[in-house]
């Protein structure tokens, strides 16, 4: 069976490695000089800068991501991390655990599941103000870490999932060699089993019983899977798409360190403040910087340049007595936010048409991030194979 795919970011090139393994004969084009999309890196003085996503996987090497990494066949070493979790509040740090909150706040926890149960779905906003400070704060950072939401854009009932989720496989890991040494790793098992990697921007979908994708000509497949998203996958088609759910952005801030200030492979949760948290990936690979090379997320309501430089000045004070330098600060615009559907508004990988599917940010899983592409990668494999 052929298979032609539009875009070669993560999930384009995860459904594809799983289906050349298969016996598919698989194409993917990307209209961009490098694959992976958001999901690689760029060398950049003497620093592997990822081009969006941070260089961690939500569940390491427990969680969808590796899974279908595995059933793919890839040898990619996820470092799990060690601790998965600090907070950092008023100036003071500490190990994540269960005990780093008052058991008042696990009890209106477990008060919140049984008012779900009976149908009141309150958003985490409302939610979280019956929780203590130091709660409500940790909350606030999670969700802009981890989906670059804030609480009054999402309901308690669209979080329980993750949560579950997060219980079952546990905190981040670390690939060695970043994003890139995933996504090259699927290019490799593509062409492997004989497929193609076209440098080639698609113009065009045809649809019908044999697919046709435009691009310098028109090719035929039996199945045509898009990593663009509902939205620009139906422009394609030349339709509009009816619904447009609202996107998440944010800004990441790569900076070189002289000495480690994270110091460990987990995440460090910036409590009460717009940055929502960090991680230093040298700490898991050295190679990923000549010096210690620390990334910090901050999740934006508009994306304006007052936020971006309302984070530069908490990123000033936080890392006060340090020697630094930010040598890059990505931020995300049209059709390029952090996501193209914002955790919580569910879209499905199927469409229209039989043999269109649609994979990647913009129809993830319910799942934080790149694990959350993995469940909708897995969810199209679950009809093909």
């Known amino acids: 069976m052929r298979v032609g795919i539009v875009g070669a970011g993560l999930g384009g090139l995860l459904t594809g490695a799983i289906l050349a393994e298969n016996g598919y004969r698989v194409e993917v084009f990307e209209r961009l000089p490098f694959i992976g999309g958001r999901f690689t890196s760029i060398s950049y003085k003497g620093y592997e800068v990822s081009t969006g996503a941070l260089h961690m996987i939500p569940h390491g090497s427990k969680g969808p991501l590796a899974r279908l990494l595995r059933r793919a066949g890839c040898r990619v070493e996820i470092v799990d991390s060690r601790p998965e979790a600090e907070i950092y509040w008023n100036g003071e740090r500490e190990v994540l655990s269960r005990r780093s909150f008052p058991f008042r706040d696990l009890m209106k926890l477990n008060l919140e599941f049984l008012r779900l149960k009976f149908g009141r779905n309150r958003t985490l906003e409302e939610f979280g103000k019956g929780l203590s400070e130091r709660a409500y704060l940790f909350m606030r950072a999670f969700l802009g870490w981890s989906l670059s939401v804030f609480p009054d854009q999402i309901s308690f009932g669209s979080i329980v999932p993750i949560y579950r989720q997060t219980e079952r496989y546990r905190g981040p890991g670390i690939p060695v060699g970043g994003c890139k040494a995933v996504v090259e790793e699927l290019a490799e098992v593509i062409k492997s089993n004989d497929g193609v990697i076209a440098r080639e921007e698609v113009t065009a979908l ?180």
């Open 206 to 385: 045809k649809p019908g019983e044999i697919f046709g994708v435009y691009g310098k000509e028109r090719r035929d497949y039996d199945v045509v899977v898009s990593n663009l998203g509902h939205k620009l996958t139906m422009e394609l088609l030349g339709e509009r798409y009816g619904e447009v759910k609202p996107e998440s952005r944010g800004v990441k801030y790569t900076i070189a360190l002289d000495e480690p200030f994270v110091g460990h492979t987990g995440v460090l949760f910036t409590l009460g403040m717009r940055i929502a948290g960090m991680n230093e990936v040298t700490n898991a690979d050295d190679n990923l910087g000549k010096k210690h090379m620390l990334q910090a997320h901050q999740p934006l309501r508009e994306g304006s340049r007052e936020e971006i430089l309302a984070g530069l000045k908490e990123l000033r004070e936080i890392l006060k007595g340090y020697s630094y330098v930010i040598i890059a600060v990505q931020s995300y615009k049209g059709d390029w936010p952090v996501n193209r559907v914002m955790a919580g508004m569910k879209e499905s990988n199927s469409t229209p048409y039989r043999n269109l599917y649609v994979v990647g940010d913009g129809a993830k899983g319910e799942d934080i991030e790149v694990d959350g592409v993995a469940l909708g990668v897995e969810r199209v494999l679950g009809e093909l194979l």
